[in-house]
């Protein structure tokens, strides 16, 4: 039979500030408007700097940004596969484990520092860590 651990699972969960899903989910979108769909942007109503930047960069600069936009994707994916395992190494529940692993893949750094920040204090506290 299997034994029953004695400490109870872990169901701690934090949200970034708004703030950090509005400017980097924000910035994304118009990350993907500049490498894929840059017909989709009002340049003129942007004003002269930020709509002729963001024109000079989806005229010249598309391939380069398309790398880059995958890149960052794929960094997102990797943020939150490592959020998954420092819930799996915590022991949390199932909940608090698909949401920081889902939290932490939309919004990436800022999720990931409140997780690993709890990390290190349930290692602090003495807490048994995997």
Same mark, same amino acid.
């Given at each position: =039979?299997?034994? +029953?651990? !004695? ?11 708004? @703030?950090?899903?509005? &400017? ?5 979108? #118009?990350?993907? &408007? ?11 109503? @942007?004003? !002269? ?5 963001? !024109? @000079? ?15 960052? =994707?794929?960094?997102? #994916? ?6 998954? !395992? ?5 022991? =949390?529940?199932? @909940?608090?484990?698909? &949401?920081?692993?889902? $939290? ?10 409140? &997780? ?6 349930? $290692?602090? =506290?003495? +807490? +048994? #860590?995997?």
């Amino acid at each position: =039979m299997a034994e +029953k651990s !004695s400490t109870p699972p872990d169901n701690h969960f934090r949200v970034p500030s708004l @703030l950090w899903f509005l &400017l980097l989910n924000g910035g994304l979108v #118009v990350y993907y &408007l500049v490498a894929f769909r840059p017909d989709l942007i009002p340049y003129s109503c @942007l004003g !002269s700097f930020i709509g002729g930047f963001l !024109s @000079l960069l989806a005229n010249d600069y598309r391939t380069p940004l398309r790398y880059g936009f995958g890149v960052s =994707m794929f960094l997102h #994916v990797a943020e939150g596969v490592y959020a998954y !395992s420092i819930c799996r190494e915590l022991k =949390m529940t199932t @909940l608090a484990t698909a &949401l920081w692993s889902i $939290q932490t893949f939309i919004v990436g750094f800022p999720s990931l520092r409140l &997780l690993r920040r709890h990390r290190n204090h349930c $290692q602090l =506290m003495g +807490k +048994k #860590v995997r």
